[in-house]
Structures are given as structure tokens and as C-alpha cells.
């Protein structure tokens, strides 16, 4: 079965840092192009980011453009996202999505950040 | 990059039909033939029913239909089920590895 596992969620203060993971299962994760989504509460979805294979190539929504990186670990079939400088709309579910024949064909059940101001 | 407009809600008795449209600009749904839809059911994670705007994977009824024309996308539920009650979000690929998300919309089985 196909999986993904996001872990790393918490009650940060504004200006904090916060590292999610997501972990793949029943897939080849190396030959698929991921994404992060984001929902903030009673809110729609957000897409945030995005990586191609190797991470050589990434992509962010101007909303946490120079704030959030992403990155992988084919290695370890693991996909990162490393949020710095946050802010009290940077909380919602996060969620980490595979990206197939241009639709995001497979979601995790995601991971709750809650920034305090 | 501004959200693809979704109505807020919409309704239908069971058995009927319900469009529910995605208007986006002429650099996302206009430009692009990958506009997918989702749906959510409350606290869970959103399940893709319908890819490249009018292609349904493997498993998801044909009562789901999309469509596009111009800068506008369209979900059609046929034959309305109580389980199809669920927020409906329509999404498109808007160059340089971007993607756009509608408002998303209520669907209330009357």
C-alpha cells in the first residue's frame, strides 16, 4: 500500500523554526516529483512547495518563499521541509503529496503547526 | 499567484446532478490541460477524483465528470449520493513547477 507519514508538528512561538518529515512506503519515492500542502484551519489548500527528483530543482509559493526549504533523501525514502522565521499564518496541516501525471494522486494524513503569537 | 474561484457551496437532492465550476485566468486553467479536483471529507485528507481535466483514476465512480472551457473547469456529480456530501477543490498547474488551489466548495446532499 502506498504511504506517506508526516511527523514533526508542534506549537512553535513567531520567529521560531520547525523541521516536518514525510516518510514514503510502498512506492518508488525516487523516481517521483513531491510537494508540501498546506491548510490552515476551516481554510482551503494551499500548495507550498515542490522538488523534482534529486532536489535539484525546487520550487516555493511566494508565501514562505525565503523562509522554507525543501529537500529529500532518496536514500531513506524521505522528504523534509525546513521552516524558519515563522509567522502566526503559517498554522495549518501540513501535508506532504506525490505529484503523478500532473495531480497529486497520493496524500499523507498530514501534520498540525500551530505558530503562537 | 491568486486562488482559481470555486463558488462556496452547493447543493443537490440525492439522485440529482450538480456542476460546480473553477475559474481561473489564462495562465493557469486556460493555459493547462492539468487541472485536477479533489475531494475531502471533514478531517481527513483530500482523495483525487478527477486528473488532466476530465480523467478519473482507478476506482472512483463515473458519476465524477470534469470538463474545461476557456479559463473555466467544471465538476459534474451525477446521481448524487449522501456519501458524495464533502468539500470539492479543483487545482491547476500554473507553470514553473506551480500549482493553484480553488477556494474550495461545500457540497451539502439535501
Known amino acids: 500500500e502506498m504511504q506517506l507519514v508526516e511527523s514533526g508538528g508542534a506549537l512553535v512561538q513567531s520567529g521560531g523554526s520547525l523541521r516536518l518529515s514525510c516518510a514514503a512506503s510502498?512506492?518508488?519515492?525516487?523516481?517521483?516529483?513531491m510537494n508540501w500542502v498546506r491548510q490552515a484551519p476551516g481554510k482551503g489548500l494551499e500548495w507550498i512547495s515542490f522538488?523534482?527528483?534529486?532536489?535539484?530543482?525546487?520550487d516555493y509559493a511566494d508565501s514562505v518563499r525565503g523562509r522554507f526549504t525543501i529537500s529529500r533523501d532518496n536514500a531513506k525514502n524521505a522528504l523534509y521541509l525546513q521552516m524558519d522565521s515563522l509567522r502566526a499564518e503559517d498554522t495549518a496541516v501540513y501535508y506532504c503529496?506525490?505529484?503523478?501525471?500532473?495531480?497529486?494522486?497520493?496524500w499523507g494524513r498530514g501534520t498540525l503547526v500551530t505558530v503562537s503569537s | 499567484q491568486s486562488a482559481l474561484t470555486q463558488p462556496p457551496s452547493a447543493s443537490g437532492s440525492p439522485g440529482q446532478s450538480v456542476a460546480i465550476s473553477c475559474t481561473g485566468t489564462?495562465?493557469?486553467?486556460?493555459?493547462?490541460?492539468?487541472v485536477s479536483w479533489y475531494q475531502q471529507q471533514p478531517g481527513k485528507a483530500p482523495k483525487l477524483i478527477i486528473l488532466?481535466?476530465?480523467k478519473r483514476p482507478s476506482g472512483v465512480p463515473d458519476r465524477f465528470s470534469g470538463s474545461k472551457s476557456g479559463n473555466t473547469a467544471s465538476l459534474t456529480v451525477t446521481g448524487l449520493q449522501a456519501e458524495d456530501e464533502a468539500y470539492y477543490y479543483c487545482?491547476?498547474?500554473?507553470?514553473?513547477?506551480?500549482?493553484?488551489f480553488g477556494g474550495g466548495t461545500k457540497l451539502t446532499v439535501l
Open positions: 503529496v506525490r505529484d503523478h501525471l500532473w495531480a497529486f494522486d497520493v
Open positions: 510502498g512506492f518508488s519515492f525516487s523516481i517521483y516529483t
Open positions: 522538488t523534482q527528483l534529486s532536489s535539484s530543482i525546487t
Open positions: 489564462s495562465s493557469d486553467v486556460g493555459r493547462f490541460d492539468y
Open positions: 488532466e481535466v476530465s
Open positions: 487545482c491547476s498547474f500554473a507553470g514553473n513547477y506551480r500549482w493553484v
